[in-house]
């Protein structure tokens, strides 16, 4: 970065951890030019390296959100406080009170050099940092600490809507508008997600910036490599931020093998991740591991399907 700036990324989930959480924990100490914040009800209130774990139940978090929004918040999952991220700047205004920047990601990222990315913050004077180029993503987005900023979400009365209802509205991202967002100037009665009110005429000189730096679909993850230079594709040769196991990290075919550490090179195919070249004896025996960790489950899916195929049968013969 051009000058020290202090970040710091809160992150929120409730339940049992999955197996890729190693993965981002990971990452996150690799990158010692971030904070991070994990609350969940699942740990122990403790500091790691740049990682701090803070015990929160969705209760106490619904606690902590009414009293700072001034409006009654009762979340019933945990996936819902999605909607909510946009007001991290006044939930967590204490927490975030000696910080520049405040943000959030996902817990199934994998983190490259984010300080490659991130220097835009000071050197244009960003206030909005998104890593996709056509909404606020989810998965990582970087909100300048000032008054104007944290209270963005605040716009218009829509958010009260949103935060009051327990659906899922994408409110942090684009209201699933993924294709097709609002005209700002002539936005209708819809529902803004944050990133409609950054494009609305009153906030424009919030300067938002949007960058193509994470790789998440399926098609995108032919050769990918994470070193101490950061994730390159190795197809293209461009460097990328992060590496969001999207779809991947439910695919029997994508193999995540048990974590190892935080210094550890990754090689990364549409089969999965190893820690070595995806070529040689060691790819072997890698593929070996895959095959053994994937076979139950193609026997599984094998048994689903022609389970489904005799139903179906069964179904047609009978009208």
Known sequence: ????????????????????????????????????????????????????????????????????????????????????????????????????????????????????????????????????????????????????????????????????????????????????????LNPGEELFSIYDLLRLPKNKHINAIYRDVVIEWPKDIKSLTLSREGWINQVSGQKFMYLHLLLMKNSWRFYLPKYSSANSDYYVSGMGLSYRPQKGVSHFRWLVERMIHILPKIVKSICNKSKAEILEKIRLRNT
Request: aromatic content about 16%; some cysteine.
């Open 1 to 184: 970065m051009t000058k020290d700036v202090r970040i710091l990324i809160i992150c929120y989930y409730q339940g049992k951890f999955s197996n890729y959480i190693d993965y981002f924990l990971g990452s996150c100490v690799r990158n010692k030019n971030l904070n991070f914040l994990i609350l969940s009800d699942e740990v122990e209130s403790r500091r790691v390296e740049n990682v701090e774990y803070q015990s929160m139940t969705l209760h106490d978090f619904n606690q902590k959100a009414t009293d700072a929004l001034g409006l009654k918040i009762e979340l019933d999952r945990g996936f819902k406080v999605c909607d909510l991220r946009p007001a991290y700047g006044e939930i967590f205004k204490d927490e975030i009170a000696s910080y520049d920047y405040w943000g959030f990601c996902d817990f199934d990222t994998i983190l490259g050099r984010t300080s490659d990315f991130l220097d835009v913050l000071t050197r244009e004077e960003i206030d909005v940092f998104a890593s996709t180029p056509g909404w606020n993503s989810g998965s990582f987005s970087v909100y300048r600490n000032t008054e104007e900023v944290n209270k963005l979400f605040r716009s218009n009365d829509h958010w009260k809507v949103i935060f009051s209802d327990n659906k899922y509205y994408g409110f942090d991202e684009c209201c699933q508008r993924w294709s097709n967002p609002l005209d700002p």
